[in-house]
Each structure stands twice: as structure tokens, then as C-alpha cells.
């Protein structure tokens, strides 16, 4: 391919928007900006405080940081950066496991808004309480395939959906207990039990809280 076709595909791509990056092991974001010299590639800052997801920030795309600092996401590409430090992942994840007291690294562009967010050093302590809260959510769930002769109100699921979900709690809260755990791990093994946990949300039922049924 000529290498002028080449240069044009880049500056095509870059004209996008701004782009986010990952570095491997670094746990930290690139990011890209178009000042008066050209493009600049910057590493994204960061802020740390407690997050909440805000419905009047933008149409629902928007968080508040420390209870008092409203941002909204940024609408910059986000392919590269990985899918569980996404704003809308970890949020989902983040909410559901009862983390919401729990600081976090919020990566932002460089006019301040949200890029995506990370547990940082407080990974440790979020995936303990992340695996409290699941053992808590299990307390009451008996085991049966259809509910049949179950006191009413009682909450049941299959053996098979309570088995995944046992195996995946337990891996948690092996890693929970671990001092040899790389700080940009955590937020991958607590965005995996959120999703084995799901959700029992009637549009889209999933993991363990989408299977159990009431009697």
C-alpha cells in the first residue's frame, strides 16, 4: 500500500475524534487532543472520589463525582479501552455489588469529562464487599426446578444456575484474598462476578438474580 494512502487513512481516523488507549499493565488511559500545533497525545487525568449515575446529565449519559461534581461522559471513542472499565459497565457493575461507597479513579478527557473508570487501589477492598454483597443476595434462594410446592414468596432456582453462580463467587472470593492481584486486574474480576450475578431487569433477565423464580 503507497505510503501517502497510508498517511490519509491515519489522519482520517484521527479526525474521528479524539481516541482512548489502554495501557497494558499501567492501568492508566491515552487519550488525544487537536490543539493549534496539530494532534497531541496526552495521558488522560484522573480523579478519585465516589460516583453516581445521573438521569438529568445529558440524557442519562452523565455521573456525579463526590456527590457534588457533575460531569458528563465523554463521547470520545472508546475501543480500545478495555470493556469493563467502560462508564456504562462499571457503573452497571459498580451499583449492583453495593461498591457505591467505594472511591474510584475516574479518567477524564482533557476538558474534564469521563472517559471510563477504574477501582485503582481500592480493588482489593471493593471485590471483599463486592463478594458480601453476593453472598447476601443468595440468603433465602432455595433450590428447586419449578417452584412446585415452595411456600409462596419463596425465592428458587435450578441447581445449574446456582451451581455457575457458586463457582464464580468462589473464584472471587479467592482473588478477594490474594496480595499477588495487579491493580488494573481487579476491575476485570469484579466486572466478571457483576455479570455473573446479572440482572433481573423483564427486558433482559441474566445470570443468577435473572433465573430466580417466586413461589
Known sequence: MPL???LIIIVIILQIGAQCKWRSGKNEVLSA?????????????SVTGT???????AGGKGYVINGTDARRES????????????PTQFWEA???????????????????????????????????????????????????EDGEGLAAGTRWIAQ????????ALAAAEKYSKSNAIGVCEWDQYIYELAA?????NAKKPSGFLGNIGIA
Open 75 to 86: 463521547n470520545v471513542s472508546r475501543y480500545n479501552l478495555r470493556t469493563y472499565n467502560r
Open 94 to 144: 459498580y451499583d449492583a455489588l453495593g461498591l457505591n461507597e467505594i472511591a474510584v479513579n475516574v479518567w477524564c478527557t482533557a476538558t474534564g469529562n469521563p472517559i471510563g473508570f477504574s477501582y485503582g487501589t481500592n480493588g482489593k477492598t471493593a471485590m471483599k464487599k463486592a463478594v458480601e454483597t453476593c453472598k447476601a443476595l443468595m440468603e433465602g434462594v432455595v433450590i428447586s
Open 196 to 200: 455473573a450475578l446479572g440482572t433481573d
Open 51 to 57: 460516583i453516581e449515575h445521573s438521569d438529568s446529565i
Open 33 to 45: 487532543r487537536q490543539d493549534a500545533d496539530g494532534w497531541v497525545c496526552f495521558k488522560a487525568p
Open 4 to 6: 501517502l494512502l497510508i
Open 160 to 167: 445449574e444456575y446456582m451451581t455457575e453462580f457458586q463457582t
